[in-house]
């Protein structure tokens, strides 16, 4: 019988690092009869919608805030391969619980400062030009605990409120032009169909530049959980101006102060005075795998991979330590590279053995460099709870364990 897998031979001819990959590893894997269970019984049928294997049990982690509504669960980012978050796995932030809306009763109410208010419906929308294009989601509350030395224990804790998805919909910059913007108009409100009717002012600089009134996620119709059947994306800006659910834009001529711009989502300075309306999410980058709960066993070759993402354009640059900041290597960044979306990293490593500390650190088009928590805490005191973009540490033992570590 010819066996499947590629032969040790064959394995250690492709590549100077597959070599050292494949030495790492004890031994050839015996003349497996492990598929043959499988080979001789005729498989499942096609189904009418998919799901995972079985074997299969990523989830989102979940933590109940207030109300089991008023919640958030977390992308397992250690758990997810390439840039692109499988939608089931996509964090949630809800102030108000999933709202179920039927697409043939939802419209988009546009009014205030326009020539001609309109409504659209689900398939006027659908019948305007339409684009897809790659971007993260990220609450600002995001990476919170990492203001405190140690900061979370992992990677869905310390970082799991951000994903990425390509996202389908029409510029709304279209629709806004369909409408008519009078000349005195400056900002928009974006408000939600759900309970709480969240709302958020944004810029008309914003909204006409790159905002996108959003039907589809990751080529199928965008889930219940982010914002069925439209959503707000604004590339880049932080999660909560992402109104999902949407049912009505108003122009105005200045932002609304409403209390998600103002009892929440600021920043409060040490001298007392808070920033307001602090839109771009700062580069970031943290190392997924090996991150915080796994474990790496013995010495030999590890690949170092993990997610930069910057709120004001591309990703130029990730370096990676692997000596805690002593040295620092240029990472490999997968092509394509796209404005504010997840930009995945990888690091060949061959680990000794010895415990060390592994950090990344990116830098965005913009010469924007991920600050230490020490330099950000310079900048920012330590009273603001969002938009803590700090270096992340993973402290790796002699005997493989990956832990937080202190920086
Ligand atoms: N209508 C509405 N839009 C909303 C929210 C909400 O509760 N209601 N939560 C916001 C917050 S705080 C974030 S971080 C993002 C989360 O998007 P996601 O749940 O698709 O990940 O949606 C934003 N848009
Ligand atoms: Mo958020």
């Not at 499988?86 to 932030?93: D, T, V, W």
């Not at 709480?196 to 909204?207: D, G, V």
């Not at 069925?228 to 049912?247: A, D, Q």
């Not at 061959?350 to 950090?359: C, N, P, R």
């Amino acid at each position: 019988m010819q066996r499947r897998s590629p032969t040790r031979r064959a394995f250690l001819g492709s590549s100077a690092l597959a070599g050292a990959a494949w030495s790492a590893c004890q031994a050839p894997a015996p003349e497996s009869t492990a598929d043959t269970a499988s080979t001789g019984t005729l498989g499942s049928p096609v189904s009418r919608y998919g799901q995972r294997s079985p074997f299969e049990n990523a989830t989102r982690g979940v933590r109940t805030t207030l109300t089991p509504e008023a919640a958030s669960s977390r992308t397992p980012l250690d758990e997810t391969y390439g840039i692109i978050t499988p939608s089931a796995l996509h964090f949630e932030r809800h102030h108000a619980g999933v709202p179920e809306i039927d697409p043939a009763n939802h419209e988009l109410m546009i009014h205030g400062l326009v020539e001609r208010p309109m409504a659209f419906s689900l398939e006027d929308i659908k019948r305007l030009p339409s684009v897809s294009r790659v971007h993260f989601v990220e609450c600002s509350g995001n990476s919170g605990g990492e203001w405190s030395p140690a900061g979370a224990p992992n990677v869905s804790l310390s970082h799991g409120l951000a994903s990425c998805s390509e996202w389908t919909g029409v510029p709304l910059r279209i629709l806004l032009e369909e409408a008519g913007v009078r000349p005195e108009a400056g900002w928009i409100l974006a408000e939600g169909a759900d309970a709480c009717l969240m709302q958020r002012s944004i810029t008309l600089e914003k909204a006409m530049d790159d905002g996108l009134v959003a039907y589809g996620q990751n080529g199928e119709a965008i889930r219940p959980e982010q914002g069925y059947p439209l959503r707000l994306i604004l590339p880049g800006w932080e999660g909560n101006t992402n109104v999902k659910w949407l049912r009505r834009i108003k122009v105005t001529e200045g932002p609304q102060y409403v209390k998600d711009e103002t009892s929440k989502y600021t920043e409060l300075m040490e001298d007392g005075t808070a920033w307001i309306f602090t839109f771009e999410m700062d580069a970031k980058s943290v190392i997924t795998r090996p991150s915080g709960g796994h474990s790496i066993g013995s010495p030999g070759f590890v690949e170092i991979s993990g997610l930069a993402w910057s709120g004001r354009g591309k990703i130029a640059r990730v370096e990676v330590s692997t000596d805690g900041g002593s040295s620092w290597s240029d990472a490999e960044l997968q092509a394509p590279v796209y404005s504010r979306a997840f930009t995945r990293f990888r690091l060949p490593w061959e680990w000794d053995g010895a415990e060390t500390v592994l950090l990344s650190r990116c830098q965005d088009e913009t010469g924007y460099v991920q600050p230490t928590r020490a330099l950000l805490i310079e900048e920012r005191g330590t009273k603001s709870a969002y938009h803590c973009n700090r270096i992340k540490g993973w402290r790796v033992a002699a005997d493989g364990s990956v832990t937080s570590a202190e920086v």
